[in-house]
């Protein structure tokens, strides 16, 4: 395994591109790496966000971060990919469009250098990046559906050791739930079978308007500093809040049979987290030609609201709203 061509880096900023393809356009299409390199030794950092091409808003939060940060106090490098996936961003979707399956770059690490597309992307990250770090997180966010969330999903099917440091990563980034959660394919799930820890924050979506977009983004950039803190990179920040810690037997979503203009009754933020009681009305589906309520969305337990989302017009089969059943959720102090 060959040393990537930013280990040479000395303190300060460094952006490049790697190629992978040439598209049907006649572009090439590159893979964008940001390196920061701090003054001091210190672990490598890898962020890897837009796996999925709608999800906008860490890059946002990372670009004011980075901006942000002295490099004469870091310890250590961050290796951010800003865009993983720019065909499926340039296209405003969340998979790579391409004559081929497996376009989906979330299923397909560590990719293959002769796969399809998406397979390739993914091998670029793997040899330039993922390779290199001590450490991880696949920053994702929800799409164009407006969703309300704040969570960091992490691999339990783990050696105990290696739970552990994926759960402390989990719970420095300070997210109100750690959610454990299993992505066979996914970037973090690759480097978690090479005994490197990384997890996925999954945070705020796109399109959420000025205060909600302002509330997530401060939650991401002390997420980072969290984590940050938490590797020794930067000064350690405040020990994280009270969490909520629950499994996929505990995860319920609740989505709607029928597409419509879902009416949201929890549009908040700050919403989410309140325990609802089973039987609490969450919303409505309406009918746009018919002017109907075609259904009601309803709690189906005693639950942590985690997942919300904006009123607006859904897909029968979406997530409109997700609980964490709380007889099976642990708080985490
Ligand atoms: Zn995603």
Redesign the pocket.
């Known amino acids: 395994m060959s040393a990537p061509l930013w280990s040479e880096q000395k303190e300060g900023r460094f952006f490049t591109r790697i190629d992978v393809t040439t598209m049907l356009n006649g572009a090439t299409l590159s893979v964008p790496l940001h390196v920061v390199t701090g003054a001091q030794a210190g672990p490598t950092f890898g962020i890897v966000t837009n796996?999925?091409g709608d999800?906008f808003l860490p890059t946002v939060a990372i670009r004011e971060f980075l901006g942000a940060l002295a490099t004469a106090q870091l310890r250590g490098r961050l290796v951010v990919v800003p865009v993983a996936n720019p065909m499926a961003t340039a296209g405003f979707g969340r998979l790579t469009p391409e004559q081929h399956g497996r376009t989906d770059l979330?299923e397909v690490y560590p990719g293959n250098a002769r796969g399809n597309t998406t397979q390739m992307i993914a091998a670029a990250i793997t040899e330039n990046v993922l390779h290199h770090v001590d450490a991880l997180i696949d920053f994702?966010s929800g799409g164009s559906g407006g969703r309300l969330q704040a969570r960091v999903d992490y691999n339990t099917s783990t050696p105990e050791d290696l739970k552990t440091r994926n759960l402390a990563l989990a719970r420095a980034f300070g997210a109100p739930f750690v959610h454990e959660n299993e992505f066979a394919g996914a970037a973090a799930h690759y480097l978690n079978g090479r005994g490197i820890p990384a997890v996925n924050p999954e945070v705020g979506g796109s399109y959420l308007g000025p205060e909600t977009t302002r509330y997530y983004t401060r939650a991401m950039i002390e997420g980072l500093k969290g984590i940050m803190g938490h590797l020794g990179m930067i000064e350690a920040v405040a020990k994280p809040r009270r969490q909520l810690q629950f499994d996929q037997k505990a995860r319920r979503e609740i989505r709607p049979k029928h597409s419509g203009y879902l009416v949201s009754y929890y549009e908040k933020a700050e919403e989410l987290g309140q325990l609802i009681k089973g039987g609490t009305k969450l919303g409505e589906v309406v009918d746009i030609y018919s002017y109907k309520v075609l259904e009601e969305l309803v709690a189906p337990f005693d639950g942590f609201l985690f997942f919300s989302r904006y009123s607006g017009v859904v897909g029968g089969g979406t997530q409109a709203f997700a609980l964490a059943e709380a007889a099976r959720s642990t708080w985490l102090d």
Do not use: G, M
Request: aromatic letters at 0%; proline letters at 0%.
């Open positions: 796996t999925h999800e979330h994702h």
